[in-house]
Nanobody, 117 residues
Framework: QVQVEESGGGSVQPGGSLRLSCQATGRIGNIYAMAWYRRRPGKQREEVAAITNAGATYIADSGRGRFTISRDNRENTLYLQMNSLKPEDTAVYYC???????????WGQGTQVTVSS
């Protein structure tokens, strides 16, 4: 059973940057497409970005031009580089497989991102 642990969140001012990491305890390698999700206060969890096992990426409209998703299969790690952060990016960020993959991993605790002046 693959488990994930997110890290890298924090508090930043608008316009700042953060790099989130998702460490998998088992091999994600070239097995799964992976995705980042977030849950903003009072909202449902939403997909933010995804990356296939071949490296093709998808970025939701909310993060397009600001967010970059990447993965290191040898280190079993998924990343989300977030630039030009806005207050509306404030959320708990999680990683898991995208909706297109019929295998859902156990959800981690997530990592809190707060964007505020």
């Amino acid at each position: 059973q693959v488990q994930v642990e997110e890290s890298g969140g924090g508090s930043v001012q608008p316009g700042g940057s953060l790099r989130l990491s998702c460490q998998a305890t088992g091999r994600i390698g070239n097995i799964y497409a992976m995705a980042w999700y977030r849950r903003r206060p009072g909202k449902q969890r939403e997909e933010v970005a995804a990356i296939t096992n071949a490296g093709a990426t998808y970025i939701a409209d909310s993060g397009r031009g600001r967010f970059t998703i990447s993965r290191d299969n040898r280190e079993n790690t998924l990343y989300l580089q977030m630039n030009s952060l806005k207050p509306e990016d404030t959320a708990v960020y999680y990683c898991n497989t995208p909706p297109s993959v019929p295998v859902l991993l156990s959800w981690g605790q997530g990592t809190q991102v707060t964007v505020s002046s």
